[in-house]
């Protein structure tokens, strides 16, 4: 079976050095290809030297490029232009991580929505694809989206941990949805188990947010408690269950729809 993980924060400092060997590992588990994510403008070039140095023939490793609502009190007039160069890079594939985070709020909230739609604006105009993060949101975050989503090829609610209205409010505005190890959580993520069935495929990817959400169902744990792309499988496993499909299938329609989604060779 051939995976894509389509979130990985490779340039987490607890990767520190240890990159090259995470992304053999993932590789030899059968994730052959991963979006590592961007959070910052500065995080978005390193995450975008790592691929270009770690896989330089373009095989594995591609970036997202964008700026986390956690980090949008730091977007100002030159945020754009810089974010601008960074899509303009070939291994970029998307605009993000960017969107609302009313959970823990470390930007105000105006200033989250005010990068939010600069992003939203620039992944319009540049025509690629969004990568969206939201947390106690969805109704503000579906309210913003609307007067982008026609000028958009594609956006994806990356690490989806909402509940049904939200769900099906997301599938209506016709955007993908990505799904973590959250689903192995027996403590949090078992409201997944019923939904994950009712996304379409085609619309469906996996991603593990590593070095977050180490699923709690993988055996054997990890003794450093960390998550990785190689860890990937489990997340699979978990969501053909609850979708009632074989493996084998799951991983076949979502690698196929990472690969159109982010235009993966």
């Given at each position: ?11 987490n400092?607890?990767?520190h ?8 590992r993932a ?10 994510t ?18 330089p023939e ?6 997202t490029a ?11 007039v030159?945020s ?25 709020d470390?930007?105000p909230r ?9 992003q ?5 105009e540049l025509?690629l694809?969004?990568?969206?993060h939201e ?13 982008y ?11 989806f ?7 099906f ?12 190890g ?7 993520g ?7 069935g ?7 990817m996996?991603?593990?947010d ?5 699923p709690?169902?993988l ?5 450093n ?22 493996p084998?299938?799951?991983a076949?329609h ?6 159109a989604f982010?235009q993966?060779?």
């Amino acid at each position: 079976m051939q995976l894509i993980d389509i979130g990985v924060n490779l340039t987490n400092s607890s990767f520190h050095d240890q990159q090259a060997a995470i992304v053999e590992r993932a590789v030899q588990a059968g994730v052959i290809q991963m979006v590592l994510t961007g959070t910052s403008l500065g995080d978005s070039e390193q995450a975008l030297e790592l691929a270009l140095q770690l896989d330089p023939e373009s095989r594995h490793l591609f970036t997202t490029a964008g700026v986390h609502p956690h980090d949008a009190s730091h977007w100002d007039v030159a945020s754009e232009g810089h974010l601008r160069q960074l899509l303009a890079q070939p291994r970029v594939r998307a605009v993000g991580e960017c969107g609302l985070d009313f959970n823990r709020d470390f930007s105000p909230r105006p200033l989250q929505e005010k990068a939010l739609h600069a992003q939203l604006a620039l992944a319009a105009e540049l025509q690629l694809p969004a990568f969206l993060h939201e947390r106690d949101a969805s109704e503000r975050l579906l309210a913003i989206l609307k007067d982008y989503r026609d000028h958009l090829p594609a956006a994806v609610v990356h690490c989806f941990t909402g509940e049904r209205e939200a769900l099906f409010a997301y599938l209506d505005l016709d955007l993908h949805i990505g799904i973590t190890g959250w689903i192995c959580d027996e403590r949090r993520g078992t409201h997944l188990h019923p939904l994950v069935g009712n996304i379409p495929k085609g619309r469906l990817m996996l991603e593990s947010d590593a070095p977050y959400l180490l699923p709690r169902s993988l055996r054997p744990k990890p003794k450093n408690g960390r998550n990785e792309p190689a860890f990937l499988p489990e997340v699979l496993r978990e969501v053909a269950l609850h979708r009632g499909e074989r493996p084998e299938d799951t991983a076949a329609h979502t690698t196929a729809t990472a690969q159109a989604f982010f235009q993966l060779a």
